[in-house]
């Protein structure tokens, strides 16, 4: 197996291949203020948080 070059770089790049640290606290976008609807939504959803105005 040690003759083969191609098991032997295979070998050697699994062996050096660098894992990220995964990311615990990571940044991501917001928004403020209110929603209101304006419009009809019971095609979209069944809740009873969109009602009909």
């Not at 062996?15 to 990220?20: G, L, T, V």
């Amino acid at each position: 197996m040690l003759l083969d070059f191609a098991s032997i770089d295979l070998l050697a790049h699994f062996d050096r291949e660098c894992i990220p640290e995964r990311v615990v606290h990571t940044k991501g976008a917001g928004t403020h203020g209110y929603f209101e609807v304006t419009h009809d939504m019971s095609n979209v959803t069944h809740l009873s948080l969109c009602p009909a105005t």
